[in-house]
């Protein structure tokens, strides 16, 4: 966006609402950092996907049935799987290869490293979980398949992995509330790892989450398939947690709950060319459950279709906690039959028990909205619903256009502020308005900003 025109514009509003002068230059600040948010995406050289068929000389071949893997989806494929892992891992440029036309059935596993340089782990076929939860191992109650302290290690493949959760979700406390609310496992975990690459692979039908990207940093996931019934519970897509520079991109997620969900201590997260439904949209949180600290920081969402989901793009904290959430940039998305498309939700409340509003909350700042367009399911086509303690800041909207097919569609706002610019529909003159200490400036922020420079770079 053309910069003369921003400060004019930021004038403008300094001038209509009255605020300070130095004002000015906050809101410019912080609307470029919003729009030059990036997170980079090359990195080349570790990343190069090998193309292990052609370089099989160099190669070495560990191949899961040279260690006794039946692959009959009926045998127990678990001991194989982990003496093959043992080898691979410990041979430089090795290749864990999953083959492909056949179905391991493998329990519950921590494929542990490090290992040696340049392992390649090349899924083809399909790998199965045990049907039944009853027999699964009481230690790793909360895993499947696991892969920690990793390092420079490339997942690719055309192969699946099936969670068979069917009997998992049958027994959520969500599904039937008689039933004990338990975790169940994550089919396919990234945990304590750096400089790895994921293409290609689908996960499905996963116990609970599918796969969670846990404690690592640059992780670079391409092309991977989930999917999952639209009723399944809990089964998250892709889930961040306290890891810093992950890029997604090009991933197809159908699931039963966050396309995509990115949680506390998660920094430089970017997602490009997202597909998301059924599921529940894009979330950053939930955040701050149990009065805990919850930040996330950095996070770009940039080309996205979501079509017939519970959310689009969302933000969702819990009463009593703290921390924040702080530069955030959700951009070229089209929403189709989307019941929340856009939505900060600081009331967030998913215990069988009501939650309290407390004093403490997590703090939201730094949103924008750009170049988001489509239908929406539900009246608020915006809904910034945030504490009153600790309201919403610097809510951006640039283009924003939802419809909704039969009807009006309107912004709701509690103690949100912010402002839009270029087209927005609907209109959200809310984030400006001074009702509920709804003013544009927030005196600890402007502190940051001594000595403007704006001048000079104009
Ligand atoms: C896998 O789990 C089954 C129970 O589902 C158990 O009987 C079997 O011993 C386990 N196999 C291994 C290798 O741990
Ligand atoms: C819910 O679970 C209880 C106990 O496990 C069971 O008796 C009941 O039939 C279940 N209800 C439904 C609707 O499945
Ligand atoms: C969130 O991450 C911070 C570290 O940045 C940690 O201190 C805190 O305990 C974490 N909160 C939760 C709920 O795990
Ligand atoms: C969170 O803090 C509130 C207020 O101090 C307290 O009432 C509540 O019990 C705390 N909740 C938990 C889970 O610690
Ligand atoms: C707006 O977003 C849509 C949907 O992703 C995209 O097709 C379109 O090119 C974007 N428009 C601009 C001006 O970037
Ligand atoms: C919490 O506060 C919000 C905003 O003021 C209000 O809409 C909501 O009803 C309150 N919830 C409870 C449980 O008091």
């Known amino acids: 966006m ?33 729009e030059d948010l990036d997170i980079a995406e090359e990195d080349a050289e570790v990343f190069e996907f090998p193309c292990w068929t052609s370089q099989r000389g160099s190669k070495v071949l560990v191949n899961v049935d040279s260690f006794g893997a039946v692959g009959d989806g009926v045998s127990d494929d678990t001991q194989a799987f982990r003496k093959a892992w043992d080898t691979a891992c410990s ?3 090795s290749v864990f290869l999953v083959p492909p036309g056949r179905r391991y059935l493998v329990n519950a596993t921590k494929f542990r490293g490090p290992c040696a340089d340049r392992l390649v782990v090349q ?31 490339v997942f ?55 796969f969670v990207i846990s404690k690592s940093e640059s992780v670079r996931v391409s092309e991977v398939q989930v999917s999952c019934p639209g009723d399944s519970p809990n089964t998250d897509g892709i889930h961040i947690t306290g890891s810093t520079n992950v890029i997604l991109q090009d991933c197809k997620i159908g699931t039963g709950d966050d396309c995509i969900s990115i949680v506390n201590d998660s920094s430089a997260i970017k997602m490009k060319r997202i597909y998301c439904g059924p599921g529940h949209g894009v979330s950053i949180g939930s955040l701050g459950k149990d009065n805990s600290t919850g930040i996330v920081t950095k996070v770009v969402l940039d080309t996205a279709l979501l079509r017939e989901t519970a959310n689009g793009v969302r933000i969702k904290t819990w009463q009593g906690g703290s921390g924040y959430v702080r530069g955030v940039r959700f951009e070229n998305v089209r929403m189709e039959d989307v019941a929340n498309p856009i939505i900060i939700d600081q009331f967030y409340c998913d215990s069988p028990t009501n939650c309290q509003n407390q004093t403490s909350a997590v703090q939201v700042s730094q949103i924008m909205y750009r170049n988001i367009t489509g239908t929406t399911e539900s009246k608020e086509a915006m ?15 640039s283009n924003v256009n939802l419809e909704k097919k039969d009807g009006t569609v309107e912004t709701y706002c509690n103690s949100a502020r912010g402002f839009g610019y270029g087209v927005v529909h609907p209109s959200a003159d809310c984030l400006s308005s001074h009702d509920k200490g709804s003013i544009l400036i927030d005196q600890k922020e402007n502190a ?11």
């Open 2 to 34: 053309d910069k003369l025109f921003l400060v004019s514009f930021v004038a403008l509003l300094t001038v209509a609402y009255g605020v300070a002068g130095n004002m000015l230059y906050d809101n410019f600040n912080m609307l470029e950092e919003l």
């Open 91 to 93: 041979t430089p440029k």
């Open 123 to 153: 899924i083809d076929g399909t790998i199965v979980a045990p049907d039944e939860p009853k027999n699964w191992d009481r230690d790793l109650s909360r895993l499947w398949l696991e892969f920690t302290k990793l390092q420079g290690v």
């Open 156 to 210: 690719q493949g055309n192969g699946i992995i099936d969670g068979s959760g069917g009997k998992w979700w049958a027994s959520s406390c969500k599904k039937n509330k008689s039933n004990p609310c338990r975790g169940a496992p994550t089919a396919l975990t990234i945990d304590s790892s750096s400089s790895i690459r994921v293409k290609g692979l689908t996960i499905q039908n996963s116990q609970q989450m599918n």
């Open 383 to 397: 809904k910034f619903a945030c504490s009153d303690t600790v309201p919403c800041s610097n809510i951006v909207l």
């Open 448 to 458: 940051k900003f001594a000595e403007p420079t704006v001048h000079a770079e104009l």
